[in-house]
């Protein structure tokens, strides 16, 4: 079946542009989560979506930062006047997220790399 | 909140070289463990997790990890790595009750020399 899948690939803008990141999960995965992955940085946690619940943004580095989920399905992840220092790959993966404590598996998406100049 | 530490940011083993990679978590109570793995130019993908049962979990590729609860620990083994194992390797640690986000280590690269 399909994995996750991530739109655009790659982006390149200028500082101070508004980008829009797309994130199709695996169908029927409730969980959602936005990861940024920067050199030498590792995996940076952004933005987690489970089901219907409110989303846990304690990871969002600013107010710049916004993600939704529509339908408990596709992601967008917005960055608002973007920085030099916000050029990164942003990587999405999705899992069923079982409440009853069974460790469940995170699939990833191939990520964007965004480039700001 | 629950944090995840790998200590060893950089390794670099030659072929045949056992391998050992540190990972060490904050929370006290009950967790599930996993291990994931990114190949040059590839999705992360998962290596091997803990959810319960056997502290001794084998992956693929011929990697293992123990838990050790009393350490807060769940490092990564191998006998034997190969060049084919170079990759950059990340715990991860989520509690395991209720709807609960997972936390990833800052990874470790390794580099396994022919």
Redesign the interface.
């Known amino acids: 079946g399909a994995?996750v899948s991530q739109s655009p690939s790659n982006k390149v803008t200028e500082k101070g542009k508004d980008v829009e990141l797309r994130c199709d999960p695996i169908s029927g995965h409730t969980?959602l989560?936005w990861?940024r992955q920067s050199l030498g940085?590792?995996?940076e946690?952004l933005i987690?979506f489970?089901?219907n619940?409110a989303p846990?943004k304690s990871g969002l580095p600013s107010d710049r930062f916004s993600a939704e989920r529509t339908g408990g399905s596709v992601s967008t992840l917005t960055i608002q006047r973007t920085q030099q220092e916000d050029s990164a790959v942003y990587?999405c993966?999705s899992?069923l997220?079982f409440?009853g404590?069974?460790?469940d598996?995170?699939y990833?998406?191939?990520?964007t790399r965004l480039t700001v100049l | 909140a629950q944090s995840v530490s790998q200590h060893n940011h950089h390794v670099i083993l030659s072929e045949a070289a056992s391998l050992e990679l540190g990972c060490n978590y904050s929370y006290g109570g009950t967790v599930n463990l996993f291990w994931y793995v990114q190949y040059p130019g590839q999705h992360l993908q998962l290596l091997l997790k803990y959810f319960s049962g056997d502290p001794l979990v084998k992956g693929i590729k011929g990697f293992e990890a123990e838990f050790i609860k009393s350490k807060f620990s769940f490092n990564l083994r191998k006998p034997s790595v190969q060049w084919s194992d170079t990759a950059e390797y990340f715990c991860a640690v989520k509690h395991s009750g209720g709807y609960q986000k997972v936390t990833f280590g800052t990874g470790t690269k390794l580099q396994v020399i022919p």
């Open positions: 994995g969980a989560y990861y940085q590792g995996l946690f987690y489970q089901g619940s846990d990587l993966a899992s997220n409440a404590g069974k460790a598996t995170q990833f998406g191939p990520g």
